[in-house]
T-cell receptor, first 110, second 114 residues
C-alpha cells in the first residue's frame, strides 16, 4: 500500500531564504508526482507535476525533483516571499488515485 | 467559467439526511476526481471518472456514498443517511486526461453534519 510522508510538518523562515520541502513514498511504481499548495479555506493549486520518467520540473522560483528509486521528491523554493506562506502538499499518482502526504505548513516571516 | 465549480460551497444538515454535492469540471476535461479532506485525516481519494465511467470506486468509504457523471461533464456525489463522521470538505478536480496533466481543483464543499 502506497504511503506518502512529508517532512517537516511545519517550517517558519525569514523572507528571502531558500528552502527545501521533502516528500517520500513507499512504492516506486508511480505514474507521476505532483506538488500542490493550499491556502486557508481554499482549494488546491497545482504547482508542478513530474512524470515518472522525469527527474525534475521548474516553474519560476520553484524546482521539484524526483528520485523514483529512492522514493523521494523535493520542492525547492528560491528567494522565499511572504506570499509563499501556505500548506504544501505532495501527492503520488498511483493506480488512478492521488495518495497524499499530510503537508508542510510554511510560514515566511517578513 | 474557467475553473472547476462546486456547489454548494457550504452545507449544514442534520444527521440522517441525504445530501447531494455537485461538481462542474473544466470544459473538455475527461477525467474527474472526488476527494475528501477531514480534520486530522488529511486528503483521501474517493472516486475517479473517465468520461462517464468510474473505473475505480474503491475509495468510497461506505455504501452510503455514490457518485455519477452524466454527459462527460457534471458529476454529483450523494451521501445517504449522513453521519457526523461525514463532516469534511469535499473537493472535486478535473484534468484533460489521466496522468499527464495536473489536476485542477474546485474550492470544495464544506459539509457539516449536526
Amino acid at each position: 500500500k502506497q504511503e506518502v510522508t512529508q517532512i517537516p510538518a511545519a517550517l517558519s523562515v525569514p523572507e528571502g531564504e531558500n528552502l527545501v520541502l521533502n516528500c517520500s513514498f513507499t512504492d516506486s511504481a508511480i505514474y507521476n508526482l505532483q506538488w500542490f499548495r493550499q491556502d486557508p479555506g481554499k482549494g488546491l493549486t497545482s504547482l508542478l507535476l513530474i512524470q515518472s520518467s522525469q527527474r525534475e520540473q521548474t516553474s519560476g522560483r520553484l524546482n521539484a525533483s524526483l528520485d523514483k528509486s529512492s522514493g523521494r521528491s523535493t520542492l525547492y523554493i528560491a528567494a522565499s516571499q511572504p506570499g509563499d506562506s501556505a500548506t504544501y502538499l505532495c501527492a503520488v499518482d498511483s493506480n488512478y488515485q492521488l495518495i497524499w502526504g499530510a503537508g508542510t505548513k510554511l510560514i515566511i516571516k517578513p | 467559467g474557467a475553473g472547476v465549480s462546486q456547489s454548494p460551497s457550504n452545507k449544514v444538515t442534520e444527521k440522517g439526511k441525504d445530501v447531494e454535492l455537485r461538481c462542474d469540471p473544466i470544459s473538455g476535461h475527461t477525467a474527474l476526481y472526488w476527494y475528501r479532506q477531514s480534520l486530522g485525516q488529511g486528503l483521501e481519494f474517493l472516486i475517479y471518472f473517465q468520461g462517464n465511467s468510474a473505473p475505480d470506486k474503491s475509495g468510497l468509504p461506505s455504501d452510503r456514498f455514490s457518485a455519477e457523471r452524466t454527459g462527460g461533464s457534471v458529476s454529483t456525489l450523494t451521501i445517504q443517511r449522513t453521519q457526523q463522521e461525514d463532516s469534511a470538505v469535499y473537493l472535486c478536480a478535473s484534468s484533460p486526461s489521466r496522468g499527464y496533466e495536473p489536476q485542477h481543483f474546485g474550492d470544495g464543499t464544506r459539509l457539516s453534519i449536526l
